[in-house]
């Protein structure tokens, strides 16, 4: 009889794993195209690529430098971005595409950065650290600007013909009501135009005011703002347009509203905006504008009984150019810039926008204006 003596399997060398996940974490970042830098808690260098050593412009070993000493930021407007601060206050992951890198000889780039909390390390030993994804995103930027030119130039000459257009075919419905002789087919064809005309007259103020947020050319002027005046304004001027629906707007006033002060342009036109698309997203029921003394603001709410809006399309519905595939939204023109430009104002005034809904059930979208100094 043979005696078969049985083995037992080698255990795996720790150490061994270890360096082996070292080379594949190495070959993985080595392989993007994207610069990629790990710092630790003390904002040294820990890991990065042969693109980090490309964007940074450099050709020497980075592991233990201060990130400091390599990355100069600076903002749009040329002032200095203490990068070392950002990553530290960065506890969850943060992106940014308005930041420019100087180089030593003074030439810039445009960045795309982002910046992420992790581990770093393996095992319980490990530490705590950010990991730094870089793009050049200087051509973009350069196109970005020849559209947001563009833009402006065409929307700023087309400005002048739609309101004379505007304006010709208002005074042909006003002498069409009045004559008993002129066809009911010819005033409706009348309606149907100047009903186009202030539609193109719409969108074009909507991309003159993307064109110049874009850019930073808006400003907020701040000054004391009668949130109750704005909102009982908004209630007459909208009021004709929910009618004609068969709607109700009704506006419910906090008593305790004390003056705001921010941009009376940008609330009213946030708020406009909101009041729109409620009345062209809601057949039946009516609009509800609630407003809610805060002690650092107000809250207002529009609450419609519209359509509503999918859990997937509130992700994306601030976007730009979004327009949802529900083929009750397709049904209303529209170009998709409404909500985007009202994000961009919101942003220079500091609001905070909340949105949510259900399907067939209505939407409430709130919008929160803090007191500026």
């Known amino acids: 009889m043979v005696n078969m003596s049985t083995k037992k399997a080698p255990k795996p060398d720790h150490e061994a794993i270890i360096a082996l996940e070292r080379e594949r974490l190495s070959t993985l970042i080595n392989s993007m195209a994207d ?6 808690e003390h904002q040294k260098i820990a890991i990065y690529n042969g693109a980090a050593l490309s964007i940074l412009d450099v050709n020497k070993a980075l592991t233990g430098k201060r990130i400091h000493t390599l990355m100069h930021l600076i903002n749009k407007n040329n002032q200095p971005i203490d990068i070392e601060e950002l990553i530290e206050r960065s506890k969850t992951p943060f992106s940014s595409r308005d930041m420019r890198l100087e180089y030593p000889n003074n030439d810039t780039i445009n960045l795309y950065l982002s910046i992420a909390p992790v581990h770093l390390g393996y095992g319980t030993g490990g530490q705590r650290g950010h990991v730094l994804l870089i793009r050049d995103i200087t051509r973009e930027k350069s196109l970005e600007e020849e559209r947001n030119e563009f833009i402006s130039v065409v929307s700023h000459e087309l400005r002048t ?8 075919i208002g005074n042909a419905q006003f002498m069409a009501e009045k004559s008993s002789e002129i066809p009911l087919d010819v005033k409706k064809s009348l309606d ?97 504008i609630m407003s809610h003394h805060k002690k650092d603001g107000v809250l207002i709410e529009i609450i419609d009984t519209g359509i509503g809006i999918s859990k997937a399309d509130q992700q994306k519905v601030f ?11 397709r049904q209303s023109n529209g170009t998709g810039l409404g909500l985007y430009v009202t994000v961009k104002l919101a942003h220079l005034v500091n609001a905070e926008i909340d949105v949510k809904s259900e399907l067939n059930k209505g939407s409430v979208f709130s919008v929160y204006f803090p007191n500026l100094q």
């Open 161 to 168: 013909p739609i309101a004379i257009a505007e304006g010709n």
């Open 319 to 329: 976007d730009k150019f979004f327009r949802s595939e529900d083929f009750r939204t």
């Open 35 to 40: 610069a990629v830098i790990a710092v630790d």
């Open 192 to 288: 149907a135009a100047h009903e186009q005309v202030v539609f193109l007259g719409g969108m074009i103020n909507d991309l003159a005011t993307l064109s110049r947020a874009e850019r930073g050319k808006l400003v907020a002027e701040i000054e004391p703002i009668n949130v109750t005046e704005v909102l009982s304004t908004i209630e007459k001027d909208y009021q004709p347009q929910a009618t004609k629906k068969g709607l109700n707007l009704t506006v419910k006033l906090d008593p305790h509203l004390e003056l705001l002060k921010s941009s009376k342009l940008y609330v009213e036109e946030i708020l406009q905006n909101f009041v729109t698309n409620a009345i062209k997203y809601t057949d039946t029921g009516g609009i509800t």
